[in-house]
């Protein structure tokens, strides 16, 4: 596709339940970023895959949350037995390559809200 | 306090004007980058400055990096109500990760 495409674009779920958002990234870009962003804050850095592998996972905030990237290109987070405070859009970005040097592609996101 | 902070958090101005924003980082950096966000979109890249450049313009937009201050400026001339978004600088370290700022939100009253 043209950019980085996110799904869904609006979740609303039940606390306790487990999500998954979806990310495309831009064909042929190898880095890949998630973000969360609360309302009316900047980003706060989750994960990023350079490839398939995930170098640091330092950044997801606990062990509720996973991601992976299978064959170089979609990436998908996993958020289990959600609370409320996971309630945030959820950014997706690519870039060609890995690097601070690199300009990254962000998608719409994902409006997740926990009840 | 952060690395990457925008200020001022809000701006608002009449269309023509230009807007100033500044942002300010603590540790050094190869990089600095301004990006854009409409309402309930994704970022949008702007432009990137490099440590060893001092200035730098891409349209009606004109950044400026000033390495022994720690702060970068990014100018928008002649504002549209257009322009009306959420600008945030981005710092890279060297690090693996991006450090991005929490933001200013301009604006432009038509």
């Known amino acids: 596709g043209a950019g980085v495409s996110q799904s869904p674009s609006n979740k609303v779920t039940e606390k306790g339940k487990d999500v998954e958002l979806r990310c495309d990234p831009i064909s042929g870009h190898t880095a890949l970023y998630w973000y969360r962003q609360s309302l009316g804050q900047g980003l706060e850095f989750l994960i990023y895959?350079?490839?398939?592998?995930?170098?640091?996972k330092s950044g997801l905030p606990s062990d509720r949350f996973s991601a992976e990237r299978t064959g170089g290109s979609v990436s998908t987070l996993t958020i289990q037995r959600t609370q409320q405070e996971d309630s945030a859009v959820y950014l997706c970005a690519s870039s060609l390559a890995y690097g601070g040097n690199q300009p990254q592609h962000f998608g719409d996101g994902t409006r997740l809200s926990i009840l | 306090s952060q690395q990457g902070e925008e200020d001022p958090q809000a701006l608002s101005i009449q269309e023509g004007e230009n807007a100033t924003m500044n942002c300010s980082y603590k540790?050094?950096?190869?990089?600095l980058q301004w990006y854009r966000q409409n309402s309930g979109r994704g970022l949008v890249h702007l432009i990137l400055i490099r440590s060893n450049e001092r200035e730098k313009h891409s349209g009606r937009l004109r950044v400026t990096l000033d390495t022994s201050k720690k702060s970068s400026s990014l100018l928008i001339t002649a504002s549209r109500a257009a322009d009306t978004a959420s600008y945030f600088c981005a710092t890279d370290t060297g690090g693996f990760k991006t450090i991005f700022g929490a933001g200013t939100r301009l604006f432009v009253k038509a």
């Open positions: 895959f350079q490839g398939n592998s995930a170098p640091d």
């Open positions: 540790t050094s950096i190869n990089n």
